[in-house]
């Protein structure tokens, strides 16, 4: 009985981490999470990704059914930037790229200290996906999608993206 208890939960264990990703069994996974929207958000990248051959793609919606990829086709990576901010209370990595007049962002933040240097509160870690329209401004609305991840996992993988692609990674002081 015991034994088909723990057979039982490794098995849920082990799907509940499969299915937090939409990236393939053969690929190198830079960032995935389930939403609170129980969509999937992932950035999936094939193991020869270089600066002249594979590919990286934004993947999501659910295992069952991919709802947009980005390239479509499995070659090359869409024109991203990456942005990073560290300091002594808090690091911040986001990749943001262009789809049209929509702006896709995958934020990571990490709380380092509960407060900052003037002893307020610092926001919790998070990671999130935000989708704006370019078109509007922020009093026009131009958030069209914003959703948390459930769990914090790990922050987005901004620097083994840039060994692999050449992409520069934008350092941003406080």
């Given at each position: 009985m015991q034994n088909t208890t723990y057979l039982l939960l490794m098995f849920l264990f082990t799907n509940t981490a499969f299915a937090a990703s939409l990236c393939k069994p053969e690929e190198t996974v830079f960032f995935s999470c389930q939403?609170?929207?129980?969509?999937?958000?992932?950035?999936?990248?094939?193991k020869d990704l270089s600066r002249?051959?594979?590919?990286?793609?934004?993947?999501?919606?659910?295992?069952?059914?991919?709802?947009?990829?980005?390239?479509?086709?499995n070659q090359g990576f869409p024109n991203i930037s990456m942005s990073r901010r560290v300091?002594?209370?808090s690091e911040y990595y986001?990749?943001?790229?262009?789809?049209?007049?929509f702006?896709?962002?995958?934020?990571?933040?990490?709380?380092?200290?509960?407060?900052?240097?003037?002893g307020y509160p610092t926001s919790p870690s998070s990671d999130s996906l935000g989708v704006r329209d370019s078109r509007k401004?922020?009093?026009?609305?131009?958030?069209?999608?914003?959703?948390?991840?459930?769990?914090?996992?790990q922050a987005?993988?901004?620097?083994?993206?840039?060994?692999?692609?050449?992409?520069?990674?934008?350092?941003f002081k406080m």
């Open positions: 939403l609170m929207n129980q969509k999937i958000v992932s950035v999936c990248g094939s002249n051959q594979g590919y990286m793609q934004y993947r999501f919606g659910k295992v069952s059914k991919v709802e947009l990829q980005i390239p479509k086709e300091d002594p209370y986001g990749m943001s790229f262009n789809v049209g007049a702006v896709y962002e995958i934020t990571s933040y990490r709380q380092r200290q509960l407060n900052n240097k003037d401004s922020m009093r026009e609305g131009d958030i069209v999608f914003s959703n948390e991840c459930q769990q914090i996992g987005i993988r901004l620097q083994d993206i840039s060994q692999k692609t050449g992409i520069t990674i934008n350092d």
